[in-house]
């Protein structure tokens, strides 16, 4: 475990190691501040000193790296389970957001590549929002939530509840992939038979109803043409 005070991106700090061979063993890597910390496809993820929880945790996998197409929704259930566990109660939006009462609690961003001796390694960011200034959330321009409870905790013992369920989660997932997490992700499914969009890079590929997700952890949507599976990729959900 390492914690930093300060840093661009601890996905990018790790990811970084990877090609040199510098990464041998799982490492937790925590920083107080990311100063370009960052979503899926470039867009940032913004944090404060003391308001938010950011980590990464790089982790080796049996492989191969098509294996981990559905690891962000099994971080996802991860982080969610252990939140609730803590009285926070929360939903997760397909494929990588933790939802707090309609609003981004937290987010997750999973990085892959392989090592120079071909085993695959998966990083792993996580961003949680303890306590959110409202200037920040102003700048991320939309309504984000925050968890105070959480704020308020010791942060070691935080982090060591989202690490230790996360490691179990990771452990099994990679003898099993996703399938069997699908149930336990879709019981905490946001949005769940509401009209959704899929959007594009900002167009709308699909509309229809949220019907959870597959063994694969594509959205199943219901949509006027039947049934259709999303795979991740770029894409983003909204309430249609
Ligand atoms: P979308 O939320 O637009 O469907 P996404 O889930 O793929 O897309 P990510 O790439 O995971 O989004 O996260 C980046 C986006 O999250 C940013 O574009 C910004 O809107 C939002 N964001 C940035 N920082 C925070 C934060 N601390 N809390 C909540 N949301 C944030």
């Known amino acids: ?22 990464l041998s063993r799982p490492v937790l890597r925590i920083a107080d501040v990311q100063n370009a910390g960052r979503g899926r496809a470039g867009r940032p993820w913004l944090s404060a000193p ?7 945790l790089a982790w080796p996998f ?33 494929p990588n957001d933790l939802m707090k009462d309609g609003a981004k609690l937290a987010g997750i961003l999973v990085e892959t590549g392989t090592a120079p001796d071909g085993v695959p390694w998966a990083v792993i960011g996580c961003g949680i929002n303890l306590a959110m200034p409202d200037d920040m959330e102003a700048a991320i321009g939309r309504a984000v939530s925050s968890a105070p409870w959480l704020a308020r905790m010791d942060r070691n013992e935080l982090v060591a ?21 699908r ?16 959007l594009d890079q900002g167009n709308v590929v699909h509309q229809g109803l949220a019907a959870g997700v597959d063994d694969a952890g594509r959205l199943l949507l219901d949509t006027s043409a039947g049934r259709v599976a999303v795979l991740s990729g770029d894409v983003s959900l909204r309430l249609a």
């Open 1 to 22: 475990i390492e914690a930093v005070s300060e840093t661009g991106s601890t996905n990018a700090d790790l990811l970084a190691r990877l090609p040199a061979g510098a």
């Open 50 to 56: 003391g308001a938010s929880l950011t980590f990464s």
């Open 62 to 94: 049996k492989g191969p790296l098509q294996r981990l197409a559905g690891l962000p929704l099994a971080v996802g259930v991860a982080l969610a389970e252990t939140v609730a566990s803590l009285d926070v109660p929360v939903q997760l939006k397909w």
């Open 161 to 181: 509840l989202l690490l230790s369920r996360l490691a179990a989660v990771l452990a099994e997932f990679d003898d099993t992939g996703f399938a069997p997490f």
């Open 183 to 198: 149930d336990r992700w879709n019981a905490l499914q946001a949005w769940r038979g509401q009209p959704v969009n899929i």
